[in-house]
Protein backbone atom coordinates (compact mmCIF):
# COMPACT_ATOMS: atom_id res chain seq x y z
CA UNK A 1 0.00 0.00 0.00
CA UNK A 2 1.42 3.36 -0.99
CA UNK A 3 1.52 5.79 1.39
CA UNK A 4 1.05 9.34 0.61
CA UNK A 5 1.72 12.26 2.09
CA UNK A 6 -0.89 15.14 1.50
CA UNK A 7 -0.11 19.30 1.96
CA UNK A 8 -1.90 20.73 4.40
CA UNK A 9 -2.96 24.20 3.54
CA UNK A 10 -0.10 26.88 3.34
CA UNK A 11 2.83 24.32 3.04
CA UNK A 12 4.27 23.15 -0.07
CA UNK A 13 6.23 19.86 -0.21
CA UNK A 14 9.54 20.80 -0.33
CA UNK A 15 10.81 17.66 -1.29
CA UNK A 16 8.13 17.26 -3.92
CA UNK A 17 10.54 18.85 -6.75
CA UNK A 18 13.94 17.06 -5.70
CA UNK A 19 12.01 14.04 -6.41
CA UNK A 20 10.80 15.36 -9.94
CA UNK A 21 14.45 16.40 -10.90
CA UNK A 22 15.94 12.99 -9.53
CA UNK A 23 13.79 11.18 -11.65
CA UNK A 24 14.34 12.87 -14.79
CA UNK A 25 17.49 12.54 -14.60
CA UNK A 26 17.42 8.94 -14.18
CA UNK A 27 15.04 8.77 -16.66
CA UNK A 28 17.25 10.60 -19.15
CA UNK A 29 20.20 8.52 -17.82
CA UNK A 30 18.44 4.85 -19.16
CA UNK A 31 17.46 7.27 -22.16
CA UNK A 32 21.41 8.01 -22.69
CA UNK A 33 22.08 4.40 -22.27
CA UNK A 34 19.35 2.67 -24.74
CA UNK A 35 20.77 5.29 -27.01
CA UNK A 36 24.16 4.30 -26.81
CA UNK A 37 23.46 0.85 -26.84
CA UNK A 38 21.15 1.53 -30.23
CA UNK A 39 24.06 3.37 -31.74
CA UNK A 40 26.64 0.55 -31.10
CA UNK A 41 24.23 -1.88 -33.01
CA UNK A 42 23.86 0.51 -35.86
CA UNK A 43 27.42 0.96 -35.96
CA UNK A 44 28.57 -2.55 -36.09
CA UNK A 45 25.77 -3.85 -37.59
CA UNK A 46 25.32 -1.54 -40.57
CA UNK A 47 29.06 -2.15 -41.43
CA UNK A 48 30.72 -4.75 -39.45
CA UNK A 49 34.18 -4.19 -41.89
CA UNK A 50 34.22 -1.06 -39.30
CA UNK A 51 34.95 -3.86 -36.87
CA UNK A 52 39.03 -4.34 -36.32
CA UNK A 53 38.84 -6.56 -33.39
CA UNK A 54 37.52 -7.87 -30.49
CA UNK A 55 38.21 -8.98 -27.04
CA UNK A 56 36.07 -12.09 -25.42
CA UNK A 57 36.10 -12.59 -21.98
CA UNK A 58 34.61 -15.11 -19.92
CA UNK A 59 32.82 -14.86 -16.36
CA UNK A 60 31.06 -17.69 -14.64
CA UNK A 61 30.14 -18.41 -10.97
CA UNK A 62 30.15 -21.94 -11.12
CA UNK A 63 33.37 -24.30 -10.79
CA UNK A 64 33.40 -25.32 -14.73
CA UNK A 65 36.17 -26.55 -16.66
CA UNK A 66 37.30 -25.42 -19.96
CA UNK A 67 40.03 -25.85 -22.58
CA UNK A 68 40.91 -22.12 -23.28
CA UNK A 69 41.69 -18.85 -21.34
CA UNK A 70 39.24 -16.55 -19.89
CA UNK A 71 40.30 -13.83 -22.18
CA UNK A 72 40.85 -13.60 -25.79
CA UNK A 73 42.34 -10.72 -27.92
CA UNK A 74 41.21 -11.05 -31.41
CA UNK A 75 43.28 -8.90 -33.51
CA UNK A 76 42.32 -10.18 -37.01
CA UNK A 77 40.01 -7.73 -38.69
CA UNK A 78 38.70 -10.78 -40.82
CA UNK A 79 37.80 -12.65 -37.80
CA UNK A 80 36.77 -9.97 -35.47
CA UNK A 81 34.33 -8.87 -38.73
CA UNK A 82 32.74 -12.59 -38.66
CA UNK A 83 31.87 -12.41 -34.99
CA UNK A 84 29.72 -8.94 -35.78
CA UNK A 85 28.30 -10.03 -38.56
CA UNK A 86 27.44 -13.59 -37.29
CA UNK A 87 25.81 -11.23 -33.57
CA UNK A 88 23.75 -8.79 -36.18
CA UNK A 89 22.56 -12.02 -37.92
CA UNK A 90 21.09 -13.62 -34.79
CA UNK A 91 17.34 -13.68 -34.40
CA UNK A 92 15.45 -11.20 -31.89
CA UNK A 93 14.99 -12.89 -28.40
CA UNK A 94 11.21 -13.90 -29.28
CA UNK A 95 8.00 -12.36 -27.07
CA UNK A 96 6.17 -14.88 -24.81
CA UNK A 97 6.46 -17.34 -22.12
CA UNK A 98 9.08 -20.40 -22.79
CA UNK A 99 11.39 -22.74 -20.78
CA UNK A 100 15.10 -22.20 -20.91
CA UNK A 101 17.62 -25.13 -19.96
CA UNK A 102 19.46 -24.21 -16.94
CA UNK A 103 21.02 -21.65 -16.37
CA UNK A 104 24.78 -22.30 -14.77
CA UNK A 105 25.84 -18.35 -14.69
CA UNK A 106 28.45 -18.93 -17.34
CA UNK A 107 28.73 -15.54 -19.32
CA UNK A 108 30.84 -13.96 -22.22
CA UNK A 109 31.63 -10.21 -22.95
CA UNK A 110 32.73 -9.18 -26.37
CA UNK A 111 34.69 -5.62 -26.67
CA UNK A 112 33.84 -4.55 -29.85
CA UNK A 113 36.92 -2.54 -31.40
CA UNK A 114 36.03 0.36 -34.54
CA UNK A 115 38.94 2.46 -35.26
CA UNK A 116 40.27 2.39 -32.00
CA UNK A 117 36.84 3.25 -30.50
CA UNK A 118 35.58 0.66 -28.09
CA UNK A 119 31.78 0.17 -28.49
CA UNK A 120 29.21 -0.77 -25.52
CA UNK A 121 30.23 -4.48 -24.83
CA UNK A 122 28.15 -7.24 -26.08
CA UNK A 123 27.18 -10.14 -22.96
CA UNK A 124 26.28 -12.92 -23.86
CA UNK A 125 24.81 -16.38 -21.90
CA UNK A 126 26.17 -19.37 -22.53
CA UNK A 127 23.92 -21.77 -20.85
CA UNK A 128 19.98 -21.13 -19.67
CA UNK A 129 18.14 -19.13 -22.50
CA UNK A 130 21.23 -18.16 -24.49
CA UNK A 131 20.47 -14.35 -25.04
CA UNK A 132 22.96 -11.71 -26.31
CA UNK A 133 22.66 -7.96 -24.92
CA UNK A 134 24.30 -4.68 -25.55
CA UNK A 135 23.45 -4.98 -29.77
CA UNK A 136 19.78 -3.63 -29.60
CA UNK A 137 17.28 -5.57 -28.82
CA UNK A 138 18.06 -9.04 -26.97
CA UNK A 139 18.90 -11.20 -29.84
CA UNK A 140 19.01 -15.30 -29.15
CA UNK A 141 22.17 -17.92 -30.21
CA UNK A 142 20.04 -21.14 -28.95
CA UNK A 143 18.18 -21.33 -32.38
CA UNK A 144 22.02 -20.46 -34.19
CA UNK A 145 24.54 -23.21 -33.32
CA UNK A 146 26.70 -21.97 -35.93
CA UNK A 147 27.23 -18.80 -34.07
CA UNK A 148 29.89 -20.30 -31.30
CA UNK A 149 31.61 -21.98 -33.64
CA UNK A 150 32.31 -18.73 -35.59
CA UNK A 151 33.06 -17.52 -32.31
CA UNK A 152 35.36 -20.49 -32.19
CA UNK A 153 37.21 -20.20 -34.67
CA UNK A 154 37.45 -16.32 -34.21
CA UNK A 155 39.37 -16.95 -30.94
CA UNK A 156 41.59 -19.89 -32.35
CA UNK A 157 39.85 -22.80 -30.98
CA UNK A 158 39.72 -25.98 -33.05
CA UNK A 159 35.77 -27.64 -33.52
CA UNK A 160 34.52 -25.59 -31.13
CA UNK A 161 30.45 -25.62 -30.53
CA UNK A 162 28.33 -24.43 -27.87
CA UNK A 163 29.98 -27.01 -25.67
CA UNK A 164 33.17 -25.84 -25.96
CA UNK A 165 31.70 -22.32 -24.12
CA UNK A 166 29.40 -23.64 -21.49
CA UNK A 167 32.29 -25.76 -20.12
CA UNK A 168 32.49 -29.28 -17.97
CA UNK A 169 31.09 -29.35 -14.38
CA UNK A 170 34.14 -30.70 -12.42
CA UNK A 171 33.99 -33.83 -10.68
Not at 14 to 19: D, E, G, L, M
Not at 24 to 35: I, M, Q, R, V
Not at 54 to 62: D, E, G, H, M, V
Request: proline residues 6%; contains cysteine; hydrophobic residues 45%.
Amino acid sequence: MAVVQRARPGRALVWAPAVAGLACALLAGCGHAAAKTTAAAAVVCADPAHVARLTLSRTNTNPERFTFPAEITVIGAQQAQSVARALCQLPAMPRGVFHCPADFGISYRLDLVTSGHTLIPVHLQASGCQNVYGLGPARWIARTPAFWRILGKAAGLSNASYSTFSGTLRS
